[in-house]
């Protein structure tokens, strides 16, 4: 089976820089995705690794280590509208969203 | 605007009903991804379509079924509504077959009653 684990919540103030990890249990793997979610919208996409390394957009970045079965999202210059739920995502034999990580930004 | 449409927006029934749950993807985008969101959880993945064909199933109930027409739209159909079918759906469409990046669309809130 597939499964993935996130914290539930991390809180952080303006400017600061937050790294949401997800650890992955998988059947076959392809990719490892990142999404952000605010409350009563959809999740919108922010990054994907295939490969090991680190992946840069903008102030966000994405790491993978696929010997550690490992991840993370780095947000750095932290700003309010930052505040939204973000969900891992690992493309293996299925498609399985971890758990998702509330972020509040506070001022 | 992530380009993937769904209808309707709202909908409100019974238990025991049965429901149809349309989205329109990204226009070239050939695969077609369902979810469930249930309140202040995650997102449940249900299955994919590539190009008219079934690619990938998730933890779809037996009373849940989904197809993709030649014009590459997609309903889910919903029978035997239960209370906690209640949750939000969102399809999700990507270019190819693979699901790295997948745009969602703003979701149906099913109601059952």
């Known amino acids: 089976g597939q499964s993935l684990e996130q914290p539930s919540e991390v809180t952080a103030v303006e400017g600061a820089i937050v790294q949401i990890n997800c650890t992955y249990q998988t059947s076959g793997f392809y990719g490892l995705s990142w999404y952000q979610q605010h409350d009563g919208g959809a999740p919108t996409f922010l990054s994907y690794?295939?490969?090991?390394g680190l992946e840069e957009t903008g102030r966000f970045s994405s790491f993978l280590s696929r010997s550690d079965s490992y991840g993370y999202l780095l947000l750095q210059e932290l700003q309010m509208k930052d505040s939204a739920s973000y969900f891992c995502?690992?493309?293996?034999?299925?498609?399985?969203f971890g758990p998702g990580t509330r972020l509040s930004v506070l001022p | 605007d992530s380009g993937v449409t769904q209808t309707p927006k709202h909908l409100i029934t019974a238990t025991g009903q049965r429901v149809t749950l349309r989205c329109s993807p990204r226009?070239?985008?050939?695969?077609v991804y369902w979810y469930q969101q249930s309140l202040d959880q995650g997102l449940q993945f249900l299955i994919q379509?590539?190009?008219?064909?079934?690619?990938a199933k998730g933890n779809i109930l037996e009373r849940f079924s989904a197809q993709q027409f030649p014009d590459l739209h997609s309903e889910l159909n919903l029978s035997s509504l239960e209370l906690g079918d209640s949750a939000l759906y969102f399809c999700?469409?990507?270019?190819?077959?693979?699901?790295?990046?997948?745009?969602f669309g703003p979701g149906t809130r099913l109601t059952v009653l």
């Open positions: 999700a469409s990507s270019v190819g077959l693979a699901a790295n990046e997948q745009f």
């Open positions: 690794n295939a490969l090991d």
């Open positions: 995502a690992v493309e293996g034999q299925n498609f399985v």
């Open positions: 379509y590539y190009n008219g064909e079934e690619r």
């Open positions: 226009s070239g985008d050939l695969s």
